[in-house]
Nanobody
């Protein structure tokens, strides 16, 4: 079983910073992509940042230059991070961690999600 647990969400003033973490545990043969998604109130979940198996990062236009995604996959318990700077009210919502991974050598790739962490940005 693959489990993802996010943390780091908080109430922060506009212009402030937060660092989100995601701990990924369980049996995983290979992680192909890791990413962060935001679900703002009344809106659909959307991609914020992702990092590929090769280390290529991708960001939504709205967060470029302010957010930075990184990972630590060296340990058995893998971690994904999102450093968020210069936060704006429109960055608020629930942030979800997702990995696209293969559990066994012959298993199909699948998406695994965490339960999210709440970010609130006060003006």
């Amino acid at each position: 079983q693959v489990q993802l647990v996010e943390s780091g969400g908080d109430l922060v003033q506009a212009g402030g910073s937060l660092r989100l973490s995601c701990i990924i545990s369980g049996t995983i043969r290979m992680i192909h992509e890791m990413g962060w998604y935001l679900q703002a109130p009344g809106k659909q979940r959307q991609a914020v940042a992702s990092i590929s198996i090769g280390g290529t990062t991708t960001y939504a236009d709205s967060v470029k230059g302010r957010f930075s995604i990184s990972r630590d996959t060296a340990e058995a318990e893998k971690r994904l991070y999102l450093q968020m700077n210069s936060l704006k009210p429109e960055d608020a919502g629930v942030y979800y961690c997702k990995v696209n991974a293969r559990r066994g050598m012959y298993d199909a790739r699948a998406d695994y999600w965490g339960r999210g962490t709440q970010v609130t940005v006060a003006t």
